[in-house]
């Protein structure tokens, strides 16, 4: 195989990388089981000091990055995650984070990670390859997840555009992925047709109204074809969390009753889970918070339940329990009731889910995309011919049935939940760079 470019889906919860072969497009395998997808993980150990426990446990990710401790990616970092969560710092989803209102010290911190990961991917494209690839198309969101919209574009592309650099890229370009997901649908049309595509994916919800057919297929600019769109931070990740509170919070304290009959206050159940916004975690793992959870189980109840919120401060578990509720979203899907079973807190500890409570969880995010869908429509002016669906949360319950109410009578079309943006992105970069 030889390819001069690399294409790159820098996804919230996986990564894909791709370029064309015979007029088709090629995902390279990335994992060591031939995985084509890499999840967005990263696992830095921590360099244990028998002597000095207390520095062991509060080593910060600068100091364990510039010690250059060893890195694991993929599922290797969950697997490692799994078998010693204390034993060095666990990163899920940093595309989450690359919008936000970031320090000096937290983007440097953002930019190491960032190449860490492009690094892996660039490496083992390389590897699949036999040769060096200097050319990349990024994709990314319309918006990424942050509350400043152009200027977190603007962070977040100068953060990605750094670590690319830094990995060896020389030419780096990026390409929106709602587009490139649409791209990868117009390559099975023989006509001219209107699309809505809507890429429900990790960390964003990004809806494009966009006119598609052979004819436009040979152009790497669709701006013009681009008759509508918008974005916001609506994904998978925040589903999981929203189920991790709504679902599973309620075994750990959360809305039981203070001794004098009040609920518990709740800022540190939504703190304790919430993995995407650094300075939730920051609060919740600072030192000061143990002596609040000690508090909060002195007003409680039903003291049992603290204990357990405790064990998850002392033993890092917010990303277990998010993957736990990520476990139960998936199974959802096909099932109308599953067992979250959480045996690392408490062994036959288990929580029944349905999936009309999921539905519950994620109303405000499904009402968000209904809204997306809402705009996009209304600033291009007019109906699609059909309705493209891609994204890993886009299999989550209810999504089907709020465009079949938004869009009656307009056919729906599933993509490849986690390819489709990787493979029109490799048709992109292939006219970019080919």
Not at 264 to 284: C, K, M, T, W
Not at 361 to 384: D, F, N, R, T, W
């Amino acid at each position: 195989m030889s390819a001069a470019y690399l294409a790159v889906d820098f996804g919230t919860s996986n990564c894909a990388a791709g370029f064309m072969l015979d007029q088709q497009p090629h995902l390279l395998a990335l994992e060591q089981d031939g995985s084509r997808y890499l999840s967005s993980a990263l696992y830095i150990e921590r360099q244990r000091d028998p002597q000095d426990e207390d520095a062991y446990l509060s080593a910060s990710l600068t100091r364990l990055l510039a010690q250059n401790s060893k890195v694991l990616v993929g599922k290797a970092a969950h697997e490692r995650y799994s078998m010693d969560p204390l034993g060095g710092v666990f990163i899920r989803s940093p595309k989450s984070m690359l919008g936000s209102r970031l320090t000096p010290a937290q983007t440097e911190i953002y930019t190491q990670v960032a190449t860490l990961l492009l690094g892996q991917i660039k490496q083992g494209a390389e590897q699949k390859l036999g040769h060096q690839v200097e050319r990349v198309l990024i994709g990314r969101p319309i918006h990424f997840q942050g509350i400043d919209l152009a200027l977190g574009d603007e962070r977040a592309l100068a953060i990605l555009n750094q670590a690319a650099s830094r990995v060896g890229f020389k030419e780096v370009d990026f390409a929106y992925e709602p587009v490139a997901a649409a791209i990868e649908y117009e390559r099975h049309l023989t006509q001219e047709q209107l699309v809505l595509v809507v890429d429900i994916g990790g960390g964003t919800s990004d809806i494009s109204l966009i006119r598609l057919g052979p004819e436009h297929s040979q152009k790497f600019d669709r701006s013009s074809d681009l008759l509508g769109h918008s974005g916001k931070r609506i994904g998978g990740v925040d589903m999981d969390i929203k189920l991790t509170i709504y679902g599973l919070m309620k075994l750990f304290g959360r809305q039981s009753l203070a001794l004098d009959g009040k609920p518990l206050p709740g800022a540190l159940f939504s703190d304790a889970v919430n993995i995407i916004d650094i300075h939730a975690q920051e609060r919740f793992y600072a030192e000061k918070t143990y002596d609040e959870l000690l508090d909060l189980k002195d007003l409680a109840a039903e003291p049992l339940l603290l204990n357990r919120f405790i064990q998850v401060y002392q033993q890092h578990l917010s990303y277990y329990l998010n993957q736990k509720a990520e476990q139960a979203k998936i199974g959802l899907t096909e099932h109308a009731a599953v067992d979250v079973i959480l045996d690392r807190i408490d062994q036959g500890l288990l929580q029944n889910l349905s999936q009309q409570q999921l539905m519950d969880a994620l109303y405000q995010e499904l009402s968000g995309i209904s809204k997306l869908i809402q705009q996009c429509v209304e600033s291009a002016g007019v109906k699609p011919d059909s309705i493209f669906v891609t994204g890993g949360a886009s299999a989550v319950p209810g999504v089907q049935q709020m465009l079949q109410q938004l869009l009656p009578g307009v056919p729906v079309i599933r993509g490849d939940q986690f390819g489709s943006v990787a493979m029109g992105l490799s048709k992109l970069a292939s006219l970019r760079f080919g």
